[in-house]
């Protein structure tokens, strides 16, 4: 069914962190406000945080509801405000199950925007999780850093795993396994399998390498693979680090 024969509006998403590019991705196929919803099962579920659709870019948090802190994720003491570190949340009204200060593992940080609707504070997109950061000779890098290095490059399809190399127990490079969109090598007007899709495909790859060079600072190895090739997860977290 292509976009055009249904009625879907808004898409309001969770569950997992995502990125602009994903968002984009998401709304340039289906049509589609993509907003972003912040949850724990914990906590109350869907609905810690929430954006508005029309500001994006940031959740307001219901502060009437939640206090959020956050903490810095070695110490565990509190940042600067405005800095990143790992989001902790205390309730204010649960009852059944109240919370004091939990430790939710997701990395962003906390603002107030001038020019929004409402006076709540806001929290960043979701960067990474604590314990999904890699050091890369001595870089510390989230797996949305990468997907958001994927942006500048037209054609990525936002589905990707992430290989660390390591020797002599340091993480010293990345292999990446990503998806080039099928109208983009349809644009090239070349078959597949053949000199000129390895070398197409090739360019592309390095693209990408240059790219989070330029931007994370890491050097990486980039394989493309066709849309749809790669394994996509069906339930469950999304686990985007493999180790060999």
Avoid at 31 to 53: C, K, Q, R, W
Avoid at 62 to 71: A, K, S, T, V
Avoid at 152 to 166: A, D, F, R
Wanted: glycine share 6%; hydrophobic share 35%.
């Amino acid at each position: 069914i292509s976009a055009d024969e249904i009625s879907l509006q808004y898409a309001v998403l969770g569950s997992e962190p995502w990125t602009e590019i994903i968002r984009g991705h998401i709304e340039e196929k289906l049509g589609v406000h993509a907003t972003n919803i912040y949850g724990l099962s914990e906590i109350i579920g869907p609905g810690v945080s929430m954006e508005d659709f029309e500001e994006k870019g940031g959740s307001y948090i219901w502060e009437d509801h939640f206090y959020p802190e956050i903490l810095d994720p070695v110490t565990k003491q509190p940042v600067p405000f405005g800095e990143e570190g790992v989001l902790v949340i205390t309730t204010l009204t649960k009852k059944a199950m109240p919370l004091l200060r939990y430790w939710t593992n997701d990395i962003t940080s906390l603002y107030y925007d001038e020019n929004a609707k409402r006076t709540m504070v806001k929290m960043k997109p979701i960067v990474g999780r604590a314990d999904d950061m890699l050091i890369v000779r001595g870089v510390n890098v989230y797996p949305s850093q990468i997907e958001e290095a994927f942006s500048y490059v037209k054609g990525v399809v936002p589905n990707y795993y992430l290989t660390p190399i390591e020797k002599e127990h340091m993480c010293i490079a990345l292999d990446i396994d990503v998806e080039i969109d099928d109208e983009l090598v349809k644009t090239q007007k070349i078959e597949a399998n053949t000199d000129d899709y390895f070398n197409f495909v090739g360019n592309f790859g390095k693209n990408i390498e240059n790219e989070i060079k330029k931007r994370v600072g890491i050097t990486t190895k980039v394989k493309v693979h066709a849309q749809d090739s790669l394994p996509k997860c069906e339930s469950g977290k999304i686990n985007r680090i493999l180790k060999k």
